[in-house]
Structure formats: structure tokens, C-alpha cells
């Protein structure tokens, strides 16, 4: 009775209602995670069709409480959605370009993904527009004190079923993972796919999206360059650890910042020559090798095969060297096209049907220029522009910033999980940051001005 009381004198800490975006977006992906976690255990075509048909249903749930809720206006959102009907623009038109052979699978999802930056920036407004609470942490957040949550509404993550979500899109993929490894004995490399995603790539890219929704239901950012660095390195790959280096150097790094970075680069390379076989390091010497090769001009991507290639870099790990072949050819294929192909494309699918290897391009630039044009391109990078704008020099940009420099060597965009968890959290961190900007326009004058909101500048201009 006393618990029913207090719920009753604190409705927001009471059950979740239809309308409440954040928790129904979380509620639907944990249910879609759990589905597809079924679905690659018992390796049931059925199951995943299922959970394509409710990957839209998820999207049109979250759209019509999108509908239902009035946030205050927003000229970022504003900004964003010219952008996002510039994407879409260019993709219908793609379509009537080139109408056969459509991929409509691919197409669907990465039409409804960036749509998920519009909820999320919705969401979050409606939320700060209900109580001061979110902005008094997001404004101390910046100023680096205490929380101060009296008054307003909680945080989402004090939401018990909240955190119980959260727990659930860890373990279920990781319990998944765990038993693929035991029927391929322990093996990496000994399943076809890792967990429920395609591969260890989109596997870490959803963990790095994960602290990006963590830092969006804690109303504060994960301040911790170790977790950053442990994820970006617990799947063994060596894209994803660079990326979130990156991020780390661009976003945060000063002084002591960067000398962290220092000394785990330096144990990095320690690692590297004691163990040069071991995880990631097993894929430095083959990139070391392509890079060496490629400047003395003993290579020709154009006319040389992957038969020799595997016997000059004496290695099967022709990563690096197998993106650049394939992104030299689309370019090639590209180019040669007309005015309609240059601005709307050659169609969904076509990065893979018309190119020689038969592959996604493993650059997600890349294909939205190839398969769309550059309209749809134009949207693409108005959107990630913006966010990067506005979220600006922090930890919250951290892993925003790592999954924008990895789309450039993975194919992301058909991670219906991991990028809409992206563009989720991106629209409600950027609604936040705008929120506390605002907030720290009231701050005194004799408080330390450097505790203001940073913007995004290069890392070797002072940052306001």
C-alpha cells in the first residue's frame, strides 16, 4: 500500500504510458532484440521474417506516439527534417530512376532509421518542457557538479523497468553470442554471424551505440575513457578501436586526456610486439604491409587480383586492401553514368549487384552515393552535420562521433538496430545539449565561463 502511495503522489515513477516515447522505443527494440535472439538460436527463416515485418510495426508504433505528443518547436529538429526530406527525396527518386531489381528490404529500413532522429529529438523536448529536472542535470552535467534532481521529473533510468530494458539489449545479445562460440568450440571466427548481427564490425558498433542510449535514459554522459576504449576493442576489431580513439581525441582530448591516450596506445604497441597473433593485433601487420606496399607503388589496385595480392602480403586478410579495390571500382562505375544516375543514383542493391566482387561497399558514404546519388547523400551528411554541430565538444558527442567516422569503412546502415539506436539517441542528446545551452546563457557571470558548453572545432583550435 505505502509503495501504491507513492506512486500515486509520483506518477512518473509509475508505469510507462503508450505515449511516453523514450520508454516505448526502448520497450519495442528489447522485445525486437529478443525476437531476433530466438530467431538465430534456432536458426528459424520464419522467426527473422517475422522480426523484419515487426521492425516496421516498431517504427510505426513509435511514429504514432511521435503524433500524439506536441513538443515545443525546434529550429535544429526544423533543420533536421529539411535534411531528412532531402534523403528521402532523393531515395523516391532513385526508386522511379531505377526501378528494377529493388532491394526493398534494405530500402524500407534505411528510409525508417533516420526517422528515429526526429522521435528521439521529439521525445526529449516533451520531456524538458514537462519539468526542470532534465535541464537542471543536464546544466550540471556541464559545470561538472552534482546532480540535482528535486523538482520535475526523474531521470528515466530510475525507472526500474527501464534499467531492467537496458539489461536485457546487453545480455540477450551476449547470451546469444555466448551460445554460437560454444557450438563452434570457442571460435571467433567459427560462426557466420556474431550474436544476432552480421558480424563482429556491427557487434561493436551496437555497443558503442548502446553508451550513446545510456548517456540519453541517465540524462548524463558515461564519463569514462576505459569503457570507451573497452568496448571499442572487446569484439577484436580493428576498425572500431581506431574509430573510438578518434572520437575520444576529437571530443575530449586535452591534456589529461590525451596522455591516457598516450599510455594505452603505448601498451597497445607493447601489446603488439609481444603477442603481434593475438585479437586485434593479429589484423595491424597485414595493414602495416598494404600501407607500405601501396607507397612504394608496388600495387595496383586496379589490375591486381586477390589471388596476388594474398601471395605478396602472405596473409588471407586482405581488409584494407579489399575496401579500397572495391571502392575504387564503384567510383569508376559511378562516374560513368549520366546526370540522373550522378543525382539519384543506381538504385538499392546496386553497390552489390554491379559490382565486381558482388559486395556492399563496406562504406556506407559510398553507398548512399552509389545506390541513391547525390541528393540523397546531401541529406545523409546534412543530418550527421547537425548533430556533430550541436552536441559539440563532449562526452555525450563520444560515441555519436565514433559510429560517423566507422560508416565510412563498414556497412552500417543495414544494422536496423545499432542505427536507429544511433539516431535515436543523437536526437535526444542534440535536444539536450540545446536545452542546456540555453540554461548556461543564465548562468552568473562570475562563475567560470570554461564550464560553458564547448562547440565542435578542430582539436588543435582552443575550444570556447
Known sequence: ?????????????????????????????????????????????????????????????????????????SRWATAVAVCLLVYLTGMVCSVIVNPDAIAWGDLIKMAMAPGFLIFGAAFQRARLAAGPAAVNRATDSATNSDTNPAGGIPSLWQRPLVRALFALLIIVPLATWAAQ?????????????????????????????????????????????????AVGVMFGTLGVMLAVLLALMLTVGRARELLVLLVLLAIGVAGYTLAPTFGPFARVTPLVDSVRLL??????????????????????????????????????????????????????????????????????????????????????????????????????????????????????????????????????LAERVGATATAMKAVPSNVDKRTKPRTFVAPWVTAR
Open 181 to 229: 562460440l560454444a557450438q563452434s568450440g570457442l571460435r571467433l571466427d567459427g560462426a557466420a554471424e556474431t550474436s544476432i548481427f552480421a558480424n563482429r564490425n556491427n557487434a561493436a558498433v551496437y555497443a558503442v551505440t548502446m553508451l550513446a542510449l545510456l548517456a540519453v535514459l541517465r540524462d548524463q554522459p558515461l564519463r569514462s575513457m576505459l569503457v570507451f576504449v
Open 1 to 73: 500500500m505505502a509503495r501504491a502511495h507513492s506512486l500515486l503522489r509520483n506518477p512518473s515513477l509509475a508505469a510507462p504510458k503508450p505515449s511516453d516515447g523514450a520508454v516505448l522505443f526502448l520497450l519495442q527494440f528489447t522485445a525486437y532484440v529478443l525476437l531476433l535472439g530466438l530467431a538465430t538460436l534456432a536458426q528459424s527463416g520464419l522467426l527473422k521474417a517475422l522480426a523484419n515485418v515487426y521492425a516496421v510495426v516498431i517504427f510505426g508504433l513509435v511514429a504514432f506516439a511521435w503524433m500524439t505528443r506536441e513538443p515545443p518547436p
Open 295 to 428: 607507397l612504394e607503388g608496388r600495387i595496383n589496385l586496379h589490375t591486381a587480383t586477390f589471388g596476388e595480392l594474398v601471395l605478396m602480403l602472405k596473409t588471407q586478410d586482405l581488409s584494407f586492401l579489399f575496401r579500397l579495390k572495391h571502392w575504387l571500382d564503384l567510383l569508376y562505375t559511378f562516374v560513368q553514368g549520366d546526370m540522373y544516375h550522378w543525382l539519384f543514383g543506381w538504385g538499392v542493391g546496386s553497390s552489390t549487384r554491379l559490382s565486381d566482387m558482388g559486395l556492399v561497399p563496406h562504406n556506407d558514404y559510398l553507398r548512399v552515393l552509389f545506390e541513391f546519388g547525390l541528393v540523397t547523400l546531401a541529406g545523409f551528411i546534412g543530418m550527421l552535420a547537425l548533430i556533430l554541430l550541436r552536441c559539440g565538444r563532449r562526452w555525450e558527442t563520444v560515441p555519436l562521433l565514433a559510429v560517423v567516422i566507422y560508416l565510412f569503412s563498414e556497412n552500417l546502415i543495414n544494422n536496423y538496430i545499432a542505427i536507429s539506436f544511433f539516431y535515436f539517441a543523437a536526437g535526444a
